[in-house]
């Protein structure tokens, strides 16, 4: 008896250790299958945004949209651009997080009021991307991927293109964990993105049961320093994930759930335009009714 008690204290003081000292931690939402809190942290000012999407729930679905409609057909161009909230009415999502890197036609990336990405320009993803069994869009190299299979499970992988026994497929990178391990690439000119940012990231635990989302806010002082890749690695781990990966980040990065009252899409976190961008494509939740 007395070996069970000091390792459930040894258990509680190591789970205690993992949680940053100056947080405070708030839930934001429930719904079926999904429970969405935020963590604001002091030292460094941090603000994250949380949704923890329980995978064996039947009435949990994940699936990736596009935003628009292909604008050239067989072109470049793959997309158009949308604001993810939209995305997420027109296709009934109860939550929606950013997806892909993307690049936008005669568009250079810049935030705040110097951002030119505006709903309906042509764009087209940088890795693989499949909507209900439909890949609309392919990579010269592999890139990671969090995939779901037409049997409902999930995976991360990395892919050229999705393949016949896939779903839906979003592209990201790069990988933060693997079977555990933070495997982020070394700063440097092959990964200039690896300093303090604002982040979305998504990973799965040991089971493959529990998807985890992160969004971290960031680019604001004093409030939100934003994350590197290695930070953002080891708080997926610290949130339980075996495997992870890196998403579009940056002016992209935001979180909305459906409001169950008023049924109305709400932003959680403050993306750094000022109002959520519009981007290629994104990844949601629908719940069965």
């Not at 000012?45 to 050239?72: C, E, K, M, T, Y």
């Not at 579009?248 to 959680?268: C, E, F, P, Q, Y």
């Amino acid at each position: 008896m007395k070996q069970l008690v000091a390792l459930l204290i040894s258990l509680s003081l190591t789970v205690a250790a993992q949680i940053p000292a100056s947080s405070q931690t708030v839930t934001n939402c429930r719904l079926p299958g999904i429970v969405c809190s935020s963590e604001i942290r002091a030292n460094p000012p941090q603000r994250l945004f949380i949704a923890r999407v329980d995978l064996s729930n039947p009435r949990v679905h994940l699936r990736v949209a596009p935003g628009g409609p292909d604008p050239d057909g067989p072109g470049e161009w793959e997309t158009t651009l949308m604001q993810p909230t939209r995305i997420a009415d027109r296709d009934h999502f109860s939550l929606v997080v950013n997806g892909d890197f993307f690049l936008a036609k005669n568009i250079q990336d810049a935030e705040g009021a110097r951002s030119g990405y505006r709903a309906g320009q042509w764009a087209r993803t940088e890795g693989s991307a499949m909507t209900d069994g439909h890949t609309w869009s392919t990579s010269a190299k592999p890139r990671p991927c969090l995939v779901i299979r037409k049997d409902r499970t999930v995976t991360i992988e990395s892919l050229t293109g999705p393949q016949a026994r896939d779903w839906e497929v979003v592209g990201g990178g790069p990988i933060l964990l693997r079977n555990g391990a933070v495997v982020v690439p070394p700063a440097g000119p092959h990964n200039k993105f690896a300093g303090l940012n604002p982040r979305t990231a998504v990973g799965l635990d040991a089971s493959g049961t529990t998807l985890t989302l992160l969004i971290v806010d960031g680019r604001k002082p004093g409030i939100a320093n934003g994350m590197t890749l290695d930070e953002l690695a080891t708080e997926m781990l610290r949130l339980g994930c075996k495997n992870a990966i890196n998403l579009d980040g940056g002016g992209s990065s935001v979180i909305a759930v459906r409001d169950a009252a008023t049924g109305a899409m709400k932003i959680l976190n403050q993306p750094t335009d000022g109002h959520e961008r519009a981007v290629a494509d994104a990844l949601g939740v629908v719940l069965d009714k």
